[in-house]
């Protein structure tokens, strides 16, 4: 009976396991702010990225409840993808900063993917992302868990969002500049749902 026990239970384990993690996919647009090489001032941004909610961070640093000051590092086997103006740019990993404050001293989380493919082109050391920010005073995250939802009207801290293109980390290297008006979470990767 032993025998027969312990392979179920390890097939039951690894079940387990498997389903408290979650792939989550989201779908962010937004509007470029500044023209530059890719697009016009004004057209249309959209940004599709994934992650496993169920991930640990690769570095943790402080207070991860919340409680006080703490920054998370997340790494993710996980393309995101960014279109505008007839381009498009994808980076096969996604990585996610989360920091907290403490208690209602604001938050922000930075994600952004690199290197990068631009139309077919890589650029080695070039990235994209964007970063959003709370103001002083509200308590957006529970802590440094890279956070479910992403409510841009409360993550509004002023000049906090913002989203990048760049070749390189030169002042010469960026290629477009934009801002974010809504993220939803969708059923799949690129869903419009």
């Known amino acids: 009976?032993?025998?027969?026990?312990?392979?179920?239970?390890?097939?039951?384990?690894?079940?387990?396991?498997?389903?408290?993690?979650?792939?989550?996919?989201?779908?962010?647009?937004?509007?470029?702010?500044?023209?530059?090489?890719?697009?016009?001032?004004?057209?249309?941004?959209?940004?599709?990225?994934?992650?496993?909610?169920?991930?640990?961070?690769?570095?943790?640093?402080?207070?991860?409840?919340?409680?006080?000051?703490?920054?998370?590092?997340?790494?993710?086997?996980?393309?995101?993808?960014?279109?505008?103006?007839?381009?498009?740019?994808?980076?096969?990993?996604?990585?996610?900063?989360?920091?907290?404050?403490g208690g209602s001293d604001g938050a922000s989380i930075s994600l952004y993917g690199a290197p990068i493919v631009l139309d077919g082109t890589t650029f080695p050391v070039g990235s994209l992302g964007f970063t959003l920010a709370s103001p002083a005073g509200k308590r957006v995250f529970k802590g440094t868990a890279i956070p479910h939802q992403f409510n841009i009207k409360r993550l509004s801290a002023p000049n906090s969002n913002y989203g990048w293109v760049q070749t390189d980390g030169t002042g010469n290297g960026g290629l477009l500049a934009f801002k974010l008006d809504s993220i939803k979470e969708v059923r799949g990767p690129g869903c419009d749902d």
Not at 45 to 69: H, K
């Open 1 to 101: 009976m032993k025998q027969v026990l312990a392979p179920l239970a390890v097939v039951l384990m690894a079940l387990s396991a498997s389903a408290h993690a979650e792939w989550r996919h989201y779908v962010a647009v937004g509007h470029v702010t500044e023209a530059l090489p890719m697009a016009p001032l004004n057209a249309s941004v959209r940004v599709e990225f994934s992650f496993d909610d169920a991930q640990s961070p690769a570095v943790s640093i402080g207070a991860t409840d919340g409680s006080a000051y703490g920054v998370a590092n997340y790494v993710f086997a996980s393309r995101v993808k960014l279109s505008v103006n007839r381009h498009t740019v994808v980076a096969e990993k996604l990585y996610a900063d989360v920091t907290n404050l």
